[in-house]
């Protein structure tokens, strides 16, 4: 009985330091991720310096349920308003393309088009399977290293993360967040996705899973 009461005592010490600094992973990579990009948002189109390429990082269309992804229907309607103010000359569109029937820039790109952008404006990136995928083949793939992000704050944060480190000249452009019970899953998810990006760069040394041939734009 002893004996088990000592391992019982070991074993709640060990969960709870890992608890413990679970709790603090999150809450650093958080903090500092925050704090380090927060000079680089803009959330006022008027008042964003121009870029050659505003990068839209992709979402579904459509939610789990079949119903608009507001993330999306907001990304897209920022991206307008950025190309429509001349603030950005092309859009480089970059999503998931990895399963049938599931195309993330294809849907942006016609859904842009649809509220009067030029195709011949619009770049698709069917590789962008993550944030990082987006970010570094948006320099190591399409030769651009001065961008502005488009997507919520939250996202942007990260991805202006990634290019501070990949040494991309980068400001966010912040669509309009969507209402808090539509995206509590979301912002928890987020919180993990922060410290995973977190040892992508600087443990893991993670690359995007494809490169390929350089395409210029313009």
Not at 72 to 91: E, G, H
């Amino acid at each position: 009985m002893k004996a088990f009461i000592v391992t019982y005592k070991r074993f709640f010490k060990a969960v709870t330091f890992v608890l413990v600094g679970c709790i603090l992973a999150l809450f650093i990579c958080n903090r500092w991720i925050n704090s380090s990009t927060s000079s680089q948002l803009y959330t006022q189109a008027e008042n964003i310096p121009p870029h050659k390429i505003g990068l839209v990082l992709g979402a579904s269309k459509n939610t789990v349920r079949g119903t608009n992804n507001m993330y999306f229907t907001y990304r897209i309607q920022a991206a307008y308003t950025l190309f429509k103010l001349k603030k950005v000359r092309y859009l480089l569109l970059s999503g998931d393309n990895h399963i049938k029937g599931y195309d993330e820039p294809s849907d942006m790109r016609e859904a842009l088009i649809l509220l009067g952008v030029p195709d011949s404006c619009i770049i698709l990136d069917y590789a962008g399977f993550r944030t990082l995928d987006s970010v570094v083949r948006c320099k190591e793939v399409f030769g651009e290293d001065s961008i502005t992000v488009i997507s919520q704050e939250f996202h942007n944060q990260r991805a202006l993360f990634i290019a501070n480190k990949n040494k991309i000249s980068a400001i966010g452009f912040n669509a309009k967040e969507v209402n808090k019970n539509y995206s509590f899953k979301t912002k928890v998810r987020e919180y993990f996705a922060r410290v995973k990006c977190v040892l992508d760069i600087y443990l893991l040394h993670t690359s995007p899973k494809f490169l390929g041939e350089k395409i210029k734009i313009g």
